[in-house]
C-alpha cells in the first residue's frame, strides 16, 4: 500500500534576489561586515534548510531609511533573525531591525521574528532607551526574541 504524503512547498526562496545563499542546508552561517570586529553565528546543528539575504541595499532599496544588515530565514522551523551589526550605537541598530521588520513581517507568514545585534562595545547609557524595550515587546509578540551582545553572538539550534 502506498503512503500519502503531503507535500509541503518550501519557503527558503521567500525572496527572488539579493540572496547570499538560498535553500541550503549549511550548519554554520557566519555574518560579517568588512573591516568590522562583530561577527553572529547561526550554528544549524538540525541541518535545516535555510535561507541569507543582505537587507540594507538589498531587499530594501526602496526606501530611504537605513535597514538592519542580513535577514537569515530558517525555512523548516519557520524563523526569521534579523541581524544587525554594529559599532556602539544599539539604539541605531534597533532602529533599524525595527523598521526592517516593519517592512518586511507581511512577506513572511507564519514567520517568528528574531532580533540579533551585536556591538563593538555597548553603551550603558543606551541599554536603558525606551525604544530598546520597544523592539524587546514587538518581538516578543511575533514569537521571538531579542539579543544582543558585544562583539560575538552565537545562535545554536
Same mark, same amino acid.
Given at each position: 500500500?502506498?503512503?500519502?504524503?503531503?507535500?509541503?512547498?518550501?519557503?527558503?526562496?521567500?525572496?527572488?534576489?539579493?540572496?547570499?545563499?538560498?535553500?541550503?542546508?549549511?550548519?554554520?552561517?557566519?555574518?560579517?561586515?568588512?573591516?568590522?570586529?562583530?561577527?553572529?553565528?547561526?550554528?544549524?546543528?538540525?541541518?535545516?534548510?535555510?535561507?541569507?539575504?543582505?537587507?540594507?541595499?538589498?531587499?530594501?532599496?526602496?526606501?530611504?531609511?537605513?535597514?538592519?544588515?542580513?535577514? /537569515?530565514?530558517?525555512?523548516? &522551523? $519557520? %524563523? =526569521?533573525? @534579523?541581524? !544587525?551589526?554594529?559599532?556602539?550605537?544599539?539604539?541605531?541598530?534597533?532602529?533599524?531591525?525595527?523598521?526592517?521588520?516593519?517592512?518586511?513581517?507581511?512577506?513572511?507568514?507564519?514567520?517568528?521574528?528574531?532580533?540579533?545585534?551585536?556591538?563593538?562595545?555597548?553603551?550603558?547609557?543606551?541599554?536603558?532607551?525606551?525604544?530598546?524595550?520597544?523592539?524587546?515587546?514587538?518581538?516578543?509578540? /511575533?514569537?521571538?526574541?531579542? &539579543? $544582543? %551582545? =558585544?562583539? @560575538?553572538? !552565537?545562535?545554536?539550534?
Amino acid at each position: 500500500m502506498k503512503r500519502l504524503t503531503k507535500k509541503t512547498s518550501c519557503c527558503c526562496k521567500a525572496f527572488n534576489a539579493h540572496s547570499v545563499f538560498q535553500h541550503e542546508r549549511r550548519n554554520v552561517v557566519l555574518c560579517t561586515d568588512k573591516g568590522s570586529k562583530t561577527k553572529y553565528v547561526y550554528n544549524n546543528q538540525s541541518s535545516d534548510y535555510l535561507s541569507n539575504y543582505r537587507v540594507d541595499g538589498g531587499l530594501i532599496s526602496y526606501d530611504e531609511t537605513r535597514k538592519c544588515d542580513y535577514l /537569515l530565514l530558517n525555512c523548516e &522551523k $519557520k %524563523q =526569521s533573525y @534579523f541581524i !544587525e551589526l554594529k559599532g556602539s550605537d544599539i539604539i541605531s541598530a534597533v532602529d533599524q531591525i525595527d523598521k526592517s521588520i516593519d517592512l518586511l513581517k507581511n512577506k513572511l507568514p507564519g514567520f517568528s521574528f528574531f532580533a540579533r545585534i551585536v556591538l563593538t562595545r555597548v553603551n550603558t547609557h543606551d541599554l536603558r532607551d525606551p525604544r530598546l524595550e520597544k523592539l524587546e515587546r514587538k518581538v516578543n509578540t /511575533l514569537n521571538g526574541d531579542l &539579543k $544582543k %551582545q =558585544s562583539r @560575538f553572538l !552565537e545562535d545554536i539550534v
